[in-house]
């Protein structure tokens, strides 16, 4: 296995324990895919839920331009609900898990089809 597979595994895991769901692997390995090599990057591969900065980022580079969500409150309110599902008090929130959930939260699986 390959190092991407390891990390795969490893969101999977968190996707289980952490967030007590069972991942659909094939949309979690698309999704670790499409966020490139932010997960190689100690820093970028977690999304810091504590920044507002970091938070509007993935509002604005991730749901509206990745899955082509309008703006509007609805997507805060989404990575508020992806955020208390990781665990308010997980400090590493994997950037993979964290989009996974959000993909899930606004049923926008086709985006990876």
Known sequence: MGKRD?????????????????????????????????????????????DPEELARVEKNFLMKKLGLPAGPKLMEGIHAAIDTYGKSERDKYRAVFYYLLVKHFGKESVYK
Do not use: F, R, W
């Not at 968190?14 to 990057?41: E, F, N, Q």
């Open 6 to 50: 390891d990390l795969i595994a490893t969101y999977a895991e968190d996707l289980k324990t952490k967030c007590k769901m069972s991942p659909d692997m094939a949309l979690l390995t698309k999704v670790t895919i499409g966020c490139g090599p932010a997960i190689y990057d100690n820093d970028a591969q977690t999304v810091a839920a504590s």
